[in-house]
């Protein structure tokens, strides 16, 4: 194994380029690595060697591997936060929906090994569901939603059904490109999870802290039902034709 690098300018090569070695350049690292060799492949001291660095110097940027995991889900996300200052204004709500459900869906696509550690990973918040698992990403939503008259409830429907559509188309495609989806990501710590942190989290996220609880209540049975028969109503519309 190489020696241990012990200063940032001493960096170390990624896709043919000296880099420094920072937090970001070992997340993007580890997604190249789950990319190769799956997710259960992925360790500290494999990243590590990867990198030509021992395990031991990661550690200065990445608090192990429930962090770098931690990482990758929040940097694949972040593609999917709306960025005022480098989009134009999306024209309704339904252009709203196709690209964030493309944004999601180009990830699964390029990132199939990488995805259901999304799709299952443990949120920040119990009731931020998958694939969005990002405060602000679902600030995007339910703001867009609201803001083009949705109510609080509607949004929130609109919520648990888009998320529920993507899962399941989702997991399946890739699945069927190679991916494990039978991935258990770790827990998170007990004080990751406190109500003092998670208060503090979403405290700069004014529609979702206002809705968290409703955000939070169970209505997966009669979720289940409804996309059933949706999805009957559409056979039955097939058939007709």
């Given amino acids: 194994m190489a020696p241990a690098i012990r200063t940032d300018p001493d960096g170390v090569d990624l896709a043919g380029r000296r880099l420094p070695l920072s937090r970001e350049l070992i997340i993007t690292a580890a997604v190249l690595f789950v990319d190769d060799n799956g997710l259960p492949a992925l360790t500290m001291r494999g990243l590590g060697k990867e990198l030509g660095v021992e395990a031991m110097s990661l550690y200065r940027y990445v608090n192990g591997r429930e962090d770098l995991l931690e990482g990758i889900v929040e940097s694949m996300v972040s593609e999917l936060h709306l960025d005022p200052t480098t989009m134009e204004p999306l024209n309704g709500w339904q252009v709203y929906l196709q690209w964030l459900a493309h944004g999601v869906r180009r990830i699964a ?107 939070s209540e169970d209505h997966s049975d009669s979720e289940f039902e409804a996309a059933l028969e949706n999805m009957l109503d559409r056979l039955d519309r097939t058939l007709a034709h």
């Fill in 109 to 215: 696509q390029e990132h199939p090994a990488v995805f259901p550690l999304i799709a299952t990973r443990h949120p920040a918040a119990p009731w931020l569901r998958p694939p969005l698992r990002s405060l602000k990403v679902v600030e995007d939503f339910l703001s867009e939603l609201i803001s083009r008259g949705f109510t609080d409830e509607s949004a929130i429907a609109a919520y648990r059904a888009f998320s529920s559509f993507l899962l399941g188309h989702l997991l399946l495609e890739a699945a069927a490109r190679g991916a494990k989806t039978d991935v258990i990501a770790d827990m998170p710590s007990p004080e990751d999870l406190s109500p003092a942190n998670l208060e503090s989290s979403i405290a700069t996220f004014p529609h979702v802290s206002r809705l968290g609880a409703r955000l």
